[in-house]
T-cell receptor
Framework: DGGITQSPKYLFRKEGQNVTLSCEQN?????MYWYRQDPGQGLRLIYY???????QKGDIAEGYSVSREKKESFPLTVTSAQKNPTAFYLC???????????????FGPGTRLLVL | KNEVEQSPQNLTAQEGEFITINCSYS?????LHWLQQHPGGGIVSLFM???GKKKHGRLIATINIQEKHSSLHITASHPRDSAVYIC????????????FGKGTKLTVNP
């Protein structure tokens, strides 16, 4: 079955620690996205990637980093510079980045990050 | 003011009731999405609209471009419809980026 997987489901971070959230898709999608969801707020875009070896900052990129070495994978690192990392993180993908407004984003199951 | 506003924030209904969730936006858009987020957190896309009306099973979504408003209706609601429903818009200009509403939490009691 095609889809998006995220791991782990729950992740705990200690003060000053970097942690990496995994996102893998087997949908052959070019575009991938990372969102952060906080209680009472809409999803906010952290980073997005239109194609392999290319990515751009979203609206709240500070304290985060990404890589896109393979089409299937778009890991997100939450660095120690992110002072308020506790949130629900969602990865998504879409067929391509383009002007076709009909394209839908497909979401993974999410990772809940908690700070110890 | 948020670019995408949803109402109500929370909604409780009895099984079988007709449900309406509203979404208003203040920007020019090329498309509007309705998404469903279950208690576990995963999100599923329900509809993508650029005009008119779409129906899938007991779900109906409408959009009025002139009034910048969309509604999601659920007929004969069921407890399994309990979820957070999220409205998201794609801005005009060919951007792939979506702007999300805060969501409407629906609880359907048996």
């Amino acid at each position: 079955d095609g889809g998006i997987t995220q791991s782990p489901k729950y992740l705990f971070r200690k003060e000053g620690q970097n942690v990496t959230l995994s996102c893998e898709q087997n949908l052959n999608h070019d575009a991938m996205y990372w969102y952060r969801q906080d209680p009472g707020q809409g999803l906010r875009l952290i980073y997005y990637s239109q194609i392999v070896n290319d990515f751009q900052k979203g609206d709240i990129a500070e304290g985060y980093s990404v890589s896109r070495e393979k089409k299937e994978s778009f890991p997100l690192t939450v660095t120690s510079a992110q002072k308020n990392p506790t949130a629900f993180y969602l990865c998504a993908s879409s067929i391509r980045w383009g002007r076709d407004y009909r394209e839908t984003q497909y979401f993974g199951p999410g990772t809940r990050l908690l700070v110890l | 003011k948020n670019e995408v506003e949803q109402s109500p924030q929370n909604l409780t209904a009895q099984e079988g009731e007709f449900i309406t969730i509203n979404c208003s936006y203040s920007v020019g858009i090329s498309a509007l999405h309705w998404l469903q987020q279950h208690p576990g957190g995963g999100i599923v896309s329900l509809f993508m609209l650029s005009s008119g009306k779409k129906k899938h099973g007991r779900l109906i979504a409408t959009i009025n471009i002139q009034e910048k408003h969309s509604s999601l209706h659920i007929t004969a609601s069921h407890p399994r419809d309990s979820a957070v429903y999220i409205c998201a818009v794609r801005l005009q200009g060919g951007s792939e980026k979506l702007v999300f509403g805060k969501g409407t939490k629906l609880t359907v009691n048996p």
